[in-house]
Nanobody, 126 residues
Framework: HVQLVESGGGSVQAGGSLRLSCAVS????????MAWFRQGPGKEREGIAS????????TYVDSVKGRFTISLDNGKNTLYLQMNSLKAEDTAMYFC????????????????????WGQGTQVTVS
């Protein structure tokens, strides 16, 4: 069983930076998929970045590529999302998620592929 708790959200001006954290308790396999999703006002939840925990392989959607970085500190059991050059359209509730799929992240960012979710942390860019 895995529990996820996000932190680090807040309000920031356009062009600024934030780092989100996701504390992970429990474990699945030696290598599985973790991801960051976000849900903006009136929008569907969308996946934006993923990492395969055992191999460090990362994937990003085009809208955040080059601005956001997903990383994992295994010693601290914490997933991070470094967000730079923030834009107003990045305003959303951000969620971390974990998939029970061993050693890969399934394509398509389907919510159903992620069994574990945090409660979310709000990011507002003005």
């Amino acid at each position: 069983h895995v529990q996820l708790v996000e932190s680090g959200g807040g309000s920031v001006q356009a062009g600024g930076s934030l780092r989100l954290s996701c504390a992970v308790s429990g474990s699945l396999w030696s290598s599985y998929c973790m991801a960051w999703f976000r849900q903006g006002p009136g929008k569907e939840r969308e996946g934006i970045a993923s990492i395969v925990t055992g191999r460090g392989e990362t994937t990003y959607v085009d809208s955040v590529k080059g601005r956001f970085t997903i990383s994992l500190d295994n010693g601290k059991n914490t997933l991070y999302l470094q967000m730079n050059s923030l834009k107003a359209e990045d305003t959303a509730m951000y969620f971390c998620a974990a998939s029970a799929t061993w050693d890969r992240c399934l394509p398509g960012w389907r919510l159903i592929d992620y069994a574990y979710w945090g409660q979310g942390t709000q990011v507002t860019v003005s």
